[in-house]
């Protein structure tokens, strides 16, 4: 018999969201079912009953921050690399081309 999934049904597995957040706070007990779940996000901190699946205020504790990115990051200057190629240049200042008026009205007409 094959597995059937239904698209927006009931979430398989027991995985707490919780655990990932940031202002989840979690005691265990040696017991599967000794499991004490906090959320600490709002005011007065509340407990949570149930594994949560999804969460408006759901912050990622993995995720790195900003200053730790940028704190990481490389410099990388733009240094044009390749060697100059024969009928290939940069163009460095753009000038506007001029147009004659005979040119101009010849390609209207045709």
Same mark, same amino acid.
């Given at each position: ?16 969201? *919780?655990?990932?957040? &940031?202002?989840?706070?979690?005691? @265990?007990?040696?017991?599967? +079912?000794? =499991? ?18 999804? *969460?408006?205020?759901? &912050?990622?504790?993995?995720?790195? @921050?900003?200053?730790?990115? +940028?704190? =990481? ?38």
């Amino acid at each position: 018999m094959a597995k059937v999934k239904v698209k927006n049904g009931t979430p398989v597995g027991s995985q707490h969201l *919780c655990k990932r957040c &940031s202002w989840g706070q979690f005691m @265990t007990g040696y017991r599967e +079912s000794d =499991l004490l779940v906090i959320c600490t996000r709002p005011d007065p901190s509340f407990r949570v009953p149930f594994t949560v699946y999804e *969460c408006s205020e759901f &912050s990622d504790r993995y995720r790195p @921050t900003w200053e730790q990115m +940028s704190k =990481l990051a490389i410099d990388v200057d733009p240094v044009r690399v390749s060697a100059k190629m024969r009928g290939f240049a940069a163009v460095t200042t753009i000038q506007p081309m001029r147009v004659d008026e005979d040119e101009d009205e010849a390609a209207r007409a045709g």
